[in-house]
């Protein structure tokens, strides 16, 4: 018999659609072409790689994405001015007010951070990378999602389920690697995602999240989402 699982998943809140179910790497371009976009957005100034909390990404972790990034982005022609040069600036704007962690004075350093960038540094738009949770279908314990799969593991199901089998299927939380470029103004012009691996372990018919200490043990996986992210190029 087919049981369905659900998941306990803290979604990110992004302004952009998660291209999980895009079909074809032409669809990571939004409103333009590739030729395009790589002509007139040859020169961007990259950001530093952003993970949401429930991702539980280490400093580590973060450090080879930005890297792996700036890799393959330069192998494509791409000029890419390092984040350092983005934080720098940010550092700056947040020596300016007495408490820069509030929420208005965290949009105004973003703002003012953005336009002394493009001021100082002849860039055509920014890459952003973001690390986020996403919910990836499974069944039969395989899941998919962002041009990786991976095996669901579980904690078993006792004799009983060792006997009849398994075929569980739902949702589970799992996390990914979204890359975006933008124009000068904000306009998103690319937009695509390399899942990395599940965060949760099936016990039972229920989804439990797996302990952190197990979780970005793969640099293997980190690279090769990293590189599912601009397959499109």
């Given at each position: ?8 998943l ?16 032409k ?12 002509k ?20 580590a ?27 720098a ?7 300016l ?8 004075n ?8 953005i336009?002394?960038?493009?001021h100082?540094?002849?860039v ?19 899941a998919?999602?962002a ?10 199901d ?6 009849t089998g ?13 890359i975006?470029?933008s ?10 995602m ?12 229920k ?6 200490e ?5 640099e ?14």
């Amino acid at each position: 018999m087919k049981k369905l699982l659900g998941c306990c998943l803290l979604l990110v809140c992004v302004a952009l659609p998660a291209p999980l179910q895009a079909q074809k790497p032409k669809d990571a371009f939004l409103d333009i072409k590739e030729k395009t976009l790589r002509k007139e957005y040859s020169h961007l100034a990259m950001l530093p790689v952003i993970a949401a909390p429930a991702a539980a990404a280490p400093d580590a972790i973060l450090e080879l994405i930005s890297s792996e990034v700036q890799k393959i982005m330069e192998k494509e022609d791409f000029t890419l001015l390092a984040p350092a040069e983005t934080e720098a600036i940010r550092q700056q704007f947040r020596g300016l007010y007495a408490n820069p962690d509030a929420a208005d004075n965290q949009a105004a350093i973003s703002e003012h951070t953005i336009r002394e960038l493009f001021h100082r540094h002849p860039v055509n738009g920014l890459l952003s990378v973001q690390v986020l949770p996403v919910a990836a279908n499974f069944r039969k314990d395989k899941a998919e999602w962002a041009g990786t799969t991976q095996k669901v593991e579980s904690r078993g199901d006792g004799f009983f389920g060792t006997i009849t089998g398994r075929d569980y299927e739902g949702q589970i939380a799992a996390s990914a690697i979204r890359i975006v470029i933008s124009d000068r103004g904000g306009k998103p012009l690319y937009n695509w995602m390399g899942g990395v691996e599940v965060m949760m372990q099936r016990n039972g018919e229920k989804l439990e999240p797996l302990p952190q200490e197990e979780l970005w043990q793969s640099e293997k996986r980190v690279r090769k989402a990293v590189q599912y992210a601009l397959k499109p190029f």
